[in-house]
């Protein structure tokens, strides 16, 4: 069955860290960009970060850039998102996902070949 999985979800207080991670299972992620998205109640979704195949290049939404740090282990099959001096307004489940287009397809577009079901992050005191 091919899969993404996020794990490293939680609560954490203002000002916190957290580092989400994605793995495929099923296939291997060497060949995909890599998206982070998230959803809040009654929000709508939005691309926070993704990352290339080839050259690494990334892109991050404005309201996380310089916090939030996007990586990929190609050895691993895994994709990071390390989350720093996180806010409340952080607080949504997190997906990931893959695609065989372009990072702005995807973090833009939301053009995607799979998608993981989620991990929550609450960011409270």
Known sequence: QLQLVESGGGLVQPGGSLRLSCAASGFTL???VIGWFRQAPGKEREGV???SSSD???YY???VKGR????RDNAKSTVYLQMNSLKPEDT??????A????VQALCELF???YWGQGTQVTVSS
């Open 61 to 63: 939404a404005d309201s």
């Open 92 to 97: 949504a489940v997190y997906y990931c996902a």
């Open 30 to 32: 060497d060949y995909y």
């Open 111 to 113: 053009m995607h070949d």
């Open 99 to 102: 695609s065989g287009t372009t």
């Open 49 to 51: 970060s993704c990352i």
């Open 56 to 58: 690494g290049s990334t």
């Open 68 to 71: 939030f740090t996007i990586s």
